[in-house]
């Protein structure tokens, strides 16, 4: 029995061949691997077709309209003022010189005293004329602003006739048959008339588009003449003679300068020189008192003749504005 004991005692204490090896050095446990996201599942399946939207009919315009916003509209051209007008006064100067009065139709007593032709070292002068007057001009469109014509358009004035030389200073019968007549100078005064001169000119602007406007012109004008009258003394002492103007026509040269003074308002300086214009008047049915002839207390003279080369000077300033 007690030897059973001592040989388990044995078998306990001597390692088997297993336990003799020697035990590896436990290893280091290595972290876990980070856990890895799965890859989605790719849906295999295909995408159902979505049903067409329904089509709407749009009009064309409507799609421009909708497509861009509209454009700023274009900025119109300014239209071209054609019209102008300047109003101011005028200053009528003219430039007169004159033939010899002459007489025509002399006869009976008269024929005594006086006759036909020339009264040598006479004449006759127109006088001058201050009024209110205007200038309507039109520019031509086919010429760039550079082309207008124009007219002027005043009240009408009256002219006076004049006489010069012996006409005014000596007697125009002195002596019938060597005898006095009695009959004086004339003096200064001869008559009037109402004259209203149109004229129409083409004028040529140098710079339309600038501050300072220099222009030149050319054209025609005619005076007319009505209600002529004889005023001189002596010769309606007797009675009223008839006296006629005819129509006086004439060349019109013109320059001048304007200027913008303010916004659309302009200022109009032009001087025109109307050349040719003779004054053709007659005196009808003159009658004198003749106190020297004891047998002819009046003397009917005849016709009295003036040719009067008026030729005015026209200054006319203004203000006015384009239309």
């Known amino acids: 029995m007690k030897a059973i004991l001592l040989a388990a005692l044995a078998l306990a204490v001597v390692p088997t061949a ?11 446990k290595a972290p876990p691997p980070a856990p890895v996201e799965p890859e989605p599942e790719i849906d295999m399946t295909p995408a159902p077709t979505p049903a067409p939207a329904p089509t709407v009919a749009v009009e064309p315009a409507a799609e421009v309209h909708e ?9 119109r051209p300014k239209k071209p003022k054609r019209f102008y007008f300047r109003a101011g006064i005028a200053h009528v100067a003219p430039l007169a010189t004159s033939r010899p ?9 008269a024929s005594l005293a006086v006759q036909n032709g020339p009264i040598a070292g006479s004449g006759s002068t127109v006088s001058s004329a201050t009024i209110p007057a205007a200038t309507i001009g039109y520019r031509l469109p086919f010429a760039g ?17 004049q006489a010069t030389g012996t006409l005014a200073n000596e007697s125009i019968a002195p002596m019938a048959l060597g005898i006095p007549t009695g009959v004086g100078p004339l003096g200064p005064e001869l008559g009037e008339a109402t004259a209203a001169p149109p004229l129409i000119t083409l004028v040529y602007n140098v710079a339309p588009h600038g501050k300072v406007q220099p222009f030149v012109g050319a054209g025609a004008a005619v005076m007319f003449a009505y209600n002529a009258k004889v005023t001189n003394p002596i010769l309606t002492e007797v009675g009223q003679p008839d006296m006629s103007i005819a129509p006086a026509p004439g060349l019109v040269l013109q320059g001048g300068i304007e200027a913008k ?16 214009m003779l004054a053709r008047a007659e005196v009808h049915h003159v009658l004198v008192r003749t106190p020297g002839l004891p047998l002819f207390d009046t003397v009917e003279v005849g016709t009295a003749k003036m040719n009067v080369w008026v030729n005015p000077l026209i200054v006319q300033g203004g203000l006015g504005l384009d239309f």
């Open 145 to 161: 602003d550079h082309l207008s014509l124009e007219t002027v358009i005043g009240l009408p004035f009256t002219v006076k006739f």
């Open 101 to 109: 009065m002459e007489l025509a139709d002399v006869d009976g007593p």
């Open 18 to 28: 297993a336990d003799a090896k020697p035990k590896a050095k436990k290893a280091k």
């Open 67 to 75: 497509a861009a916003p509209d454009p700023a509209p274009l900025a």
């Open 261 to 276: 003074i303010y916004k659309g308002l302009y200022a109009r300086l032009d001087v025109k020189f109307i050349a040719f």
